[in-house]
């Protein structure tokens, strides 16, 4: 479950945020673990979610993002002002959701706004981790090389995105063909067969005539079952809205011949590539794990994930907890141990992930080739 919440941080400062949680008390726990004294706890439910963030984010596009992000750290390498660096890009952008989006934070940063908190107004363009990656590079001067950091973890996770879209439109454009070439039989070619073998009156050998057969059925009920068929999808569509079908849909996401395998490849390359990311940037594991929760979509995923969070929470680690589950593959959890004791964890989960990456591109090709 997400939640958005209201806290005091140690310094006496007033935070709001957003994380992922298995529920009220864990919520809790995770933010006085960080040293937050809770202020306001709500749950953001599944409709206001796709309403503020879903809806919205369409028209701008993750290159205009990566673009922005790689622009902004070299006019900051060359020692322009925040101000005059975001105002030169926004003089040369065509988009304008996106310009309107930095002509606005351009506003808050000159009335004295961080640049994090004035990202953070505009999720359309400026995801929860992002505007806390700047955060860090504001609190510890490394602003430029955080925007490259996240320039090329974005880039990444689109070349990640598209590898996902190319596995599952392959199976779905053969169940469509398949299912057109087996409805254009039925349909036509072998009703013309059966009216020229009755004029013949020959003997048809027995796997004909069953074929024969169920074309006869299929023009009698085939409008009853596809009638059947809406119903039973729509149903699906319905149960996998709900919190549990959520969880079962994902689990068959990561489950599909060949399809699964990829799945879950991309999304253990995912969590790698943010854990590291973060974590080099100077995030307590903590606070690391609530934004890599809250980047899943798989809600399967997302429960193993947020069920390490709370055992690393308790104090049990990150590789012990992930053994548990099978969604954490052995090199993961190996990787992740051997990164725990050396502590090098960033280093050792961007070689998962480059791991995991290959091996999924290479699927997808071998998949998409057959």
């Known amino acids: 479950m997400n939640y958005e919440y209201v806290a005091r941080s140690e310094d006496n400062r007033i935070v709001k945020g957003k994380l992922s949680a298995t529920g009220e008390e864990s919520a809790t726990d995770m933010l006085a673990y960080s040293g937050y004294s809770v202020l306001s706890l709500k749950e953001i439910t599944p409709f206001f979610q796709a309403g503020k ?9 993750l290159t205009e993002v990566i673009m922005f992000s790689r622009q902004l750290a070299l006019l900051l390498e060359s020692g322009t002002d925040v101000v005059t660096s975001l105002e030169l890009l926004e003089a040369q952008m065509t988009n304008r959701g996106f310009k309107k989006i930095v002509r606005q934070v351009i506003s808050d940063v000159r009335a004295g706004r961080p640049l994090s908190e004035a990202m953070a ?3 359309r363009a400026f995801s929860p981790l992002y505007h806390r990656l700047v955060s860090v590079g504001e609190r510890t001067g490394t602003l430029e090389v955080v925007l490259r950091r996240a320039a090329d973890y974005i880039e990444r996770s689109y070349v990640t995105q ?11 454009i053969l169940l469509v063909v398949t299912f057109g070439v087996v409805a254009l039989m039925v349909g036509f070619v072998l009703p013309a067969f059966s009216g020229l073998y009755s004029a ?14 169920f074309t006869d059925w299929s023009q009698k009920y085939g409008l009853w079952v596809v009638g059947g068929v809406a119903i039973v999808i729509v149903i699906g569509l319905i149960y996998i809205k709900m919190p549990a079908g959520k969880v079962r849909w994902g689990k068959v ?48 995923m997302t429960n193993a994930l947020s069920d390490v969070q709370q055992a690393m929470i308790a104090g049990e680690g990150l590789s012990g907890p992930m053994s548990k589950n099978k969604l954490f593959l052995p090199l993961m959890v190996q990787m992740t141990s051997v990164g ?23 699927k997808t090709k071998a998949m998409i080739a057959m």
């Open 53 to 61: 963030f879903s809806l919205l984010s369409s028209n701008i596009k």
């Open 162 to 172: 598209k590898s996902v879209k190319n596995a599952m439109v392959y199976p779905i």
């Open 200 to 213: 013949f009156d020959i003997e048809l050998p027995a796997m004909t005539r069953g074929l024969l057969a």
């Open 121 to 123: 107004q505009h999720p």
């Open 340 to 362: 725990e004791e050396t502590g090098n964890l960033d280093h050792t989960l961007n070689v998962v992930a480059e791991s995991y990456e290959t091996e999924a591109d290479e």
């Open 253 to 300: 996401m990561l489950t599909l011949p060949y399809v699964g395998r990829i799945n879950l490849l991309n999304d253990l390359s995912r969590s790698c590539r943010t854990t590291a990311l973060l974590y080099q940037s100077g995030l307590a594991l903590p606070e690391v794990m609530t934004m890599v929760v809250q980047g899943t979509s798989n809600r399967a």
